[in-house]
């Protein structure tokens, strides 16, 4: 599967129905463009899992021992409000009211495509969390990413 990427400016219209871009739409593998899981995101956004990777979450948390509180919590949280949708004749998903709501989505929002997800803001509300980028990025960076040395070897074919 080849990675999705890219930001979207697009509009909810008054059936809660999004347009999916059509240079959004092209980075799908023909098998990835007619059902999509829509879920609750860790922040105030909502996520679009391709039907494949949605199959590979499922998977990892129906292998959690739902006989431990914390895992049968996270399980149940993660799962509320998981909606299957698809795209319709013209290209729109039908986005559940609920989930917007959660979300605090009105009108404008943000698509906003990463690797195998797609995470839908508010347009404000994902104004506003990206202004507060940290002082200094590239330590994030460093702290999230490892040294350099960390990274497997290169082989350097240059004689």
């Not at 129906?62 to 895992?71: E, G, P, Q």
């Not at 906003?112 to 990025?137: G, L």
């Amino acid at each position: 599967m080849k990675y999705l990427i890219g930001e979207f400016n697009c509009t909810i219209d008054s059936k809660c129905r999004v347009l999916l871009p059509v240079q959004l739409k092209k980075q799908l593998s023909p098998d990835d463009q007619s059902t999509f899981i829509i879920n609750r995101g860790f922040e105030k956004c909502l996520i679009i899992y391709l039907l494949s990777e949605w199959e590979k979450v499922s998977s990892e948390l129906s292998r959690l021992n739902t006989y431990n509180k914390k895992k049968r919590d996270f399980v149940r949280y993660f799962l509320r409000g998981a909606t299957p949708i698809s795209l319709d004749t013209s290209n729109r998903l039908l986005l559940p009211k609920q989930l917007l709501d959660y979300a605090g989505i009105k009108k404008d929002i943000i698509l906003s495509a990463q690797f195998n997800k797609i995470e839908i803001w508010s347009k404000e509300i994902y104004e506003n969390v990206m202004t507060d980028e940290p002082e200094d990025f590239a330590k994030l960076a460093e702290e999230v990413m490892g040294e350099k040395d960390d990274f497997p070897e290169v082989e350097n074919n240059e004689e």
